[in-house]
Structures are given as C-alpha cells and as structure tokens.
Nanobody, 129 residues
Framework: QVQLVESGGGVVQAGGSLRLSCAAS????????MGWFRQAPGKERDFVAA?????????YYADSVKGRFTISRDNDKNTVYLQMNSLKPEDTAVYSC?????????????????????WGQGTQVTVSS
C-alpha cells in the first residue's frame, strides 16, 4: 500500500511561490489518481487540484487557485507536485495530498475528499501579507 509524505511547505510573502511535493512509497504509484486538499484553521477541508493516474494529462483546479497553481506528477519519482505561484494570504492552510488506486489507466480526476483512500500528514503553508 502506498504511503504519502508531503514536503515543501513554509512561510512566504504574498506574491511569492512554493512547490509542494508528495512522495509515495510502495508499488504501482502510476495507478493512483492524486489530489491536493487544504484546510485552514476553523474551516472545512477544501479541494485544491486533482490529476488522473498514469499519464497525468487530465487535471482540474478549484476556481480559487486556477491560473496560479499547477499540479503535475512524475511516475518515475513516485511524486506528485503542486506548484503554487502568486500566493495570497487566503492560501494559508495545511495542504495534504491524497491518493486513489485505480486498476486501469483512466482520464478521470477526483475532486471530493471522500473519493480518496490514502492521505499524507500535511504540510503547512503560511502566506504573509
């Protein structure tokens, strides 16, 4: 079973950039559709971005991050990334990656947290104004 470990969080000024990584251990990483979610203090967990398994050529973004964030995957490195540009104070949250195993290559991405089976521990992103 895949285990997920996020890294790359930190403190950045508004307008800055960060790249989050989610490294997966275990086998068959390419079979996992991946997603990024975030949760700010006192708020619900929100969808950020999703990518399909295998090719990673299907992606989807929350409206709040569209045009600023980019999700990608490197199956050879068992890693999914979230490049975050033009960061805003409202992007401050704990960011978690999630994985969903699918037996076959699929163009489908998943935007609901209930659709994912595996979660990382999260990484804090703080954007100062």
């Amino acid at each position: 079973q895949v285990q997920l470990v996020e890294s790359g969080g930190g403190v950045v000024q508004a307008g800055g950039s960060l790249r989050l990584s989610c490294a997966a251990s275990g086998r068959a990483f390419r079979n996992y559709a991946m997603g990024w979610f975030r949760q700010a203090p006192g708020k619900e967990r929100d969808f950020v971005a999703a990518i399909n398994n295998w090719s990673g050529d299907s992606t989807y973004y929350a409206d709040s991050v569209k045009g600023r964030f980019t999700i990608s995957r490197d199956n050879d490195k068992n890693t999914v990334y979230l490049q975050m540009n033009s960061l805003k104070p409202e992007d401050t949250a704990v960011y978690s990656c999630a994985a969903r195993f699918e037996a076959y290559s699929s163009p489908i991405y998943h935007v609901k947290w209930e659709e994912y089976y595996l979660w990382g521990q999260g990484t804090q992103v703080t954007v100062s104004s």
